[in-house]
């Protein structure tokens, strides 16, 4: 009988190679590092975060009380004193987009953050459970898929007292239709795989079997799709307020400043609109970019075992 020599060069080699492999967390950063754009993204979405939050306790300036804007003069160009200009009723531009800046992105991230949870939940719920259950959560889920999404936003924010808490739970608890379906689809194929089944065997319940296997096998669609629904609660806050539907005054948000802007830019008031508008579409395009690199990191094929 042929024996392997304990001494064989090649178990040296391979026990080499195990050691190499980096911990899960680093190959992960490193994926995302390797994205340039994602990065760029990213310091990209905290620079206008900090600037949003840090720029008026350093520079403040009026953004509530219009009647302290009657020694301003409205809708002057840029210059030394105001950066950006100040808009039609006197407020400093720069200042106003890190104040609108504020409520856009904290109620962008809120509302997507409802959007996420409730979809994941309904998702799995769904798509694990199947049969009757799912025919019927999927058939309701159809029924609010009919109806036109910002018809409904607009619907319910005219009936509706219109707060800052009623936007983002209109916005969450209405957003979450797409998300819920594609987390369907993960929780419809991980159920028959073969370690769920075993799971199923040695006596799991669904839920724990959801909470161990299903949502952790998700993590990759999940944390993609929260990206998403982040930039669409921006968006659809931001087309909230550009119908004139936004945050109430004095508060503002990025949607009603492009609303106000756009009134005034056949005046030449160029620094009312295309700041803004260049500030809020890289966030939206970085945000999402964000997102297609965080897919990569939960990437299986892409992590060294």
């Not at 509530?64 to 030394?80: D, G, H």
Request: hydrophobic share 50%; net charge neutral.
């Amino acid at each position: 009988m042929t024996t392997i020599a304990a001494s064989s060069p090649d178990i040296p080699a391979l026990a080499s190679d195990v050691d190499k492999i980096d911990p899960l967390w680093r190959q992960r950063v490193r994926i995302f590092v390797h994205n340039k754009l994602a990065v760029a993204s990213l310091a990209y979405v905290i620079f206008i975060t900090l600037f949003c939050y840090l720029w008026p306790i350093f520079h403040p300036t009026n953004q509530t009380n219009q009647a302290a804007t009657f020694n301003v003069t409205w809708n002057s160009p840029p210059s030394m004193h105001n950066p950006l200009g100040t808009d039609s009723s006197g407020f400093d531009e720069l200042g106003r987009i890190a104040y609108g800046g504020e409520y856009s992105l904290a109620l962008g991230f809120l509302a997507g953050m409802i959007t996420i949870v409730v979809g994941t939940i309904y998702g799995m719920v769904s798509g694990f459970f199947g049969g009757i259950t799912d025919t019927i959560m999927m058939r309701i889920l159809d029924a609010f898929l009919s109806i036109p999404y910002l018809f409904l936003l607009i619907a319910l924010v005219t009936i509706f007292n219109r707060t800052t808490m009623l936007l983002i739970l209109i916005i969450g608890f209405t957003g979450w239709w797409g998300n819920a379906r594609i987390i369907r689809g993960d929780a419809l194929l991980i159920r028959n795989l073969e370690y769920s089944q075993a799971a199923r065997s040695m006596g799991a319940g669904r839920m724990r079997i959801i909470r161990r296997h299903v949502y952790p096998n998700s993590i990759s669609n999940i944390v993609t799709v929260a990206t998403f629904s982040i930039a669409d609660a921006i968006l659809f806050l931001s087309a909230l307020g550009f119908l004139g539907l936004g945050i109430v005054a004095p508060q503002t948000d990025w949607g009603t400043m492009l609303q106000q802007g756009t009134e005034q830019l056949q005046n030449g008031y160029w620094w009312e609109v295309y700041p803004l508008a260049v500030v809020f579409i890289l966030v939206v395009v970085a945000i999402n970019y964000i997102g297609d690199a965080l897919r990569d990191i939960f990437e299986v094929r892409l992590i060294q075992r």
